[in-house]
């Protein structure tokens, strides 16, 4: 049976980009370009004209920048919204931006090394590969895959014991999940939270700006040998592998290109495995939305050394990967959106008044 080809409208003001994307795009059958807009006006006029599944949305543009698009496009009365993927450049201006796109309902960013399109053969794979995963969530049968429904989600559900540290796994998709379980987290939690978010280290300086912006709870970009405190959330540094060791007693972060093999930089499973094996308590481990099984691995040791996982749930992923992997290994001891993910990490690692309360 013939799949439906994803529909892609292609948004830049550069003629170069525009072409370039749409010369990537098309080499790959399942992606169709069904046309270019040249700046965030006629994006909004092509998206109620052709009702596309995904859109590529510069953000630096004449007439109407891509952020103000963005709102734009997600309040137009569509029977199917499309998804939308920021091009940005890979500066601090331009990830600061990205950010708030996220925030405001994108689904992901590519970023435009040097500020264009000319090495998108370099991030080629990455494109094809998120647009893919999007669309595959969004339009579950253009690929046939299966997404089981949440089972329910109640305060009874959650599993009972005391966590030492919280970590958590995040990617595409992501950082709204975070920024609202943080967003529900006092100033005083007692344990410390590392967080593992794939995206480059420009990507991660900006999130951990805006996380302090709208947290009571303390964020921190880590870095290596940085000493590990309860009431501090450590946003893992883009581009190396951040793990947390016992040195003299105390933990600390390690921060390394070490193993230089995988794909993932921050990966999740070499955070989890080191937080499972750093303390002697249980460690809660949270699995949020993203492409692949990054954690699944390290999910499996803080099982073996007593913690707990809690997932994100199908509908509220951008992608349903990472948290559908935990799921089929049977590792997932509560499933459920942000907010109740939130509530789990309080239950199980908050201060004692607010668990009594909850």
Not at 85 to 91: D, V
Not at 119 to 134: F, G, H, M
Not at 196 to 216: D, G, I, K, W, Y
Request: a neutral charge; one cysteine or more.
């Amino acid at each position: 049976m013939a799949i439906n080809p994803i529909r892609v409208l292609v948004v830049d003001d550069s003629a170069v980009v525009r072409a370039s994307l749409r010369r990537v795009l098309e080499s790959d059958a399942e992606i169709k370009v069904v046309d270019i807009a040249r700046n965030g006006q006629e994006a909004v006029e092509l998206v109620q004209k052709y009702q596309p599944d995904l859109v590529t949305l510069d953000i630096e543009m004449p007439v109407k920048d891509g952020r103000t698009a963005l709102r734009e496009i997600l309040q137009l009365k569509l029977d199917s919204k499309p998804a939308v993927l920021m091009c940005s450049s890979l500066t601090t201006a331009g990830s600061k931006e990205a950010i708030r796109a996220l925030t405001e309902g994108a689904s992901d960013f590519i970023g435009k090394p040097n500020g264009s399109f000319g090495s998108l053969d370099d991030v080629k794979d990455e494109l094809l590969t998120k647009i893919k995963a999007i669309c595959s969530t969004r339009r579950p049968h253009t690929s046939g895959m299966h997404i089981p429904s949440a089972a329910p989600s109640k305060r009874t559900l959650f599993p009972e014991g005391r966590a030492a540290l919280v970590t958590v796994a995040s990617s595409t998709g992501g950082p709204p999940i975070v920024e609202e379980i943080l967003k529900a987290l006092p100033a005083n939690m007692p344990v410390p939270i590392i967080i593992a978010q794939h995206m480059p280290l420009l990507f991660t300086t900006s999130l951990a700006q805006r996380l302090n912006e709208v947290a009571q709870i303390h964020i921190i970009q880590g870095e290596h040998g940085m000493a590990v405190k309860p009431g501090n959330v450590y946003l893992a540094p883009g581009g190396s592998h951040t793990r947390v060791i016992k040195r003299f007693g105390s933990l600390q972060l390690e921060v390394n290109d070490e193993p230089r093999g995988l794909f993932y930089k921050p990966s999740a499973d070499e955070l989890f495995r080191s937080c499972a094996e750093a303390v002697n308590e249980p460690t809660l481990g949270i699995v949020l939305t993203g492409i692949g099984q990054d954690g699944t691995i390290g999910a499996e040791t803080i099982k073996s050394k007593g913690g707990w996982i809690g997932a994100q749930n199908a509908k509220s992923c951008v992608v349903y990967g990472m948290p559908r992997a935990v799921a089929e290994k049977k590792l997932t001891d509560f499933v459920g959106t942000a907010s109740e993910l939130a509530s789990m990490i309080m239950h199980l690692a908050g201060p004692a008044n607010a668990r009594a309360c909850a």
